[in-house]
């Protein structure tokens, strides 16, 4: 006979296997042996006779079973009839043996059993259809070893497995069935401490483990209460009125109804996804009301500010308009009736009148002159007619042409320049309008007797342009106004000389259209500087205008300052 001598430990799971071990223990010598599954008695007692490392054992937790069953109908109304359920008496005289031991303490049931041979349904019903819920309590004990219930299965069964046999046991009676069998709770019936498989093979292994760890406290014997497990049927216990409160707290329930929250899992998640969507699309469109609130405050604020400029600019221009075209009108009254008087005709007084009517016709053609250029710029029209052009001269001429207005407030003009001549392509017309808008205010704005200065440099590929004047100065909260178009800051001379208000927005305009910049640095009381500052671009082989001759838009520009 073959020796296993290579085997590490041998497992031996069940009885059969058990006895084998023992008649042929050569066999197995010196390798380590662990039964499991053990349930019969007179093996379990030979098997500690050999040098097994441990025996876990099997039992029919019969008297476990009646405890409980007693437990649960403590109080019946009338004597109950508690029946066992075994295979043939052959097989289980000593279950059977045990059952009827236990009839003295539980002296409120008739104890009774019947014996099944397993043959086939017939056999299960006729013997069983006489039970009945109102007066009979049936306690199936399942066949423990495979050994036992493959004998009877296979000689003369038309079962095919324990699990129909199981089934046909719970279809023959309506009685309330206990039983040893798990399967057999999970099909409906009741509830017991069940015979566990999975528990004997998990401390079987968790003792194999402890072994080949070399731990010492290996115990030689698991008896089969510790391997059995206590398991209920849930609905089963609500269709027979069996409280929970009657069964110990370590049972293990099948066919439990789902918890609400897990019943309504998939709605509970759907609403919490509708719920946070909710939410996020609430604030969304919380946060983009009051964006567009925002919005619309903003854009309301600016157009109430649009419409207070235009009402100021409206008062101003009729203002404007009125004042040149009365006196116009009255000074040709005046020399009318002179005429018609046949008055005598003092010459000094016709030329003060007819200055008096050229200034304020200048002064109109300027208003005008404004006017149309803001409109062009806010229709978006910048057409610009660009020359090559001699500009320190042009510049020059530009301020010449001024002196004599300075001279009328005693202000003395100084012009200074880096470069006596630099070519650059611009608009000639824009260009002197820029100079004369920033001088006339330069003089406007300036006491009697001070000093303006026309500086012009050269920085990089930049012509820069500066006019500084020692005059009123702007505040610093006013002073990121005054390029608005229609804004006049109240500084005190701004009523004494008229003005709309359009003279910077149009200067900014006309520096932007040359693709430059424009600045103004100012301090209150002590002057004023606007720096311009220009790239110097050449239109390739074009024609070089020298000595632009002074343009007669001097005395419009100027038309609104009275000396
Ligand atoms: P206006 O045609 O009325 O002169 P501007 O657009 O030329 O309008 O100027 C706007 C305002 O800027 C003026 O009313 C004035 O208050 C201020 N301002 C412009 N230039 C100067 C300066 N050199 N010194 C002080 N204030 C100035």
Do not use: W
Not at 76 to 101: H, R, W
Not at 171 to 194: L, N, V
Not at 212 to 224: L, Q, R, S, Y
């Amino acid at each position: 006979m073959e020796i296993y001598p290579r085997f590490d430990a041998i497992v031996l799971s069940d009885d059969t296997a058990a006895l084998f071990a023992i008649k042929h223990k050569e066999l197995f010598k010196d390798t380590p042996m662990f039964m499991t599954s053990i349930n019969d008695e007179g093996i379990i007692n030979e098997a500690k006779k050999l040098d097994i490392e441990c025996i876990v054992e099997e039992n029919s937790p019969i008297s476990q079973n009646i405890e409980i069953i007693g437990n649960i109908y403590s109080k019946p109304t009338n004597k109950l009839n508690l029946i066992l359920v075994t295979g043939p008496d052959d097989i289980y005289p000593n279950e059977i043996e045990e059952f009827y031991s236990l009839q003295d303490k539980y002296k409120n049931f008739n104890f009774k059993n019947v014996t099944l041979l397993f043959k086939d349904e017939k056999e299960i019903q006729s013997k069983l259809k006489g039970f009945n819920k109102n007066k009979d309590i049936l306690f199936f004990l399942m066949p423990t070893s495979f050994s036992n219930s493959k004998k009877y299965i296979s000689s003369s069964t038309n079962f095919s497995s324990m699990t129909q046999i199981i089934k046909a046991i719970k279809d023959s009676t309506d009685a309330p069935i206990f039983t040893t069998s798990r399967s057999g709770i999970e099909i409906g019936m009741i509830g017991g401490h069940t015979v566990d498989l999975y528990k004997q093979g998990e401390i079987t292994g968790n003792i194999i483990n402890k072994f080949f760890n070399g731990e010492k406290n290996i115990p030689k014997e698991v008896k089969g209460e510790a391997t059995n497990s206590l398991v209920f049927n849930y609905k089963q216990m609500i269709k027979y009125g069996i409280s929970r409160g009657s069964i110990s707290d370590d049972v293990e329930l099948v066919s439990k109804p789902d918890s609400i929250l897990s019943k309504y899992k998939n709605i509970i998640i759907l609403s919490v996804i509708i719920f946070i969507i909710t939410i996020i699309f609430t604030i969304i469109h919380y946060i983009f009301t009051i964006k567009t609130n925002k919005e619309l405050k903003e854009a309301k604020k600016i157009a109430e500010d649009a419409n207070r400029l235009k009402d100021s600019f409206i008062a101003n221009i009729s203002h404007e308009l009125r004042t040149p075209v009365n006196v116009i009108s009255s000074t040709a009254q005046l020399m009318k009736k002179k005429v018609d008087n046949n008055d005598t005709i003092n010459i000094e007084k016709i030329n003060s009148n007819i200055n008096m009517i050229e200034q304020n016709s200048y002064r109109l053609t300027r208003l005008i002159n404004n006017i149309i250029d803001v409109t062009k710029s806010d229709s978006g029209e910048k057409s610009l007619i660009l020359q090559n052009v001699e500009i320190i001269g042009l510049i020059e001429n530009a301020v010449l042409s001024v002196v004599p207005f300075a001279e009328a407030k005693d202000i003395n003009i100084i012009f200074d320049t880096e470069y006596e001549e630099l070519i650059m392509a611009v608009d000639i017309d824009k260009i002197d309008r820029i100079i004369l808008n920033l001088l006339s205010n330069a003089i406007k704005f300036s006491n009697n007797g001070s000093d303006v200065l026309v500086n012009l440099m050269k920085d990089k590929d930049n012509l820069i342009i500066e006019i500084t004047d020692f005059g009123v100065g702007i505040s610093e909260e006013n002073i990121e106004f005054i390029f608005e178009k229609f804004t006049q800051i109240d500084n005190g001379l701004t009523r004494l000389n008229e003005g709309s208000g359009i003279g910077l927005s149009i200067v900014k305009s006309f520096v932007k259209m040359h693709k430059g910049n424009i600045n103004v640095k100012s301090k209150l009381g002590k002057g004023t500087t606007f720096k311009i500052d220009m790239p110097i671009n050449i239109i390739e082989n074009g024609k070089i205008m020298y000595n632009i001759p002074e343009m007669n838009s001097t005395y419009i520009e100027f038309s609104d300052i009275y000396f």
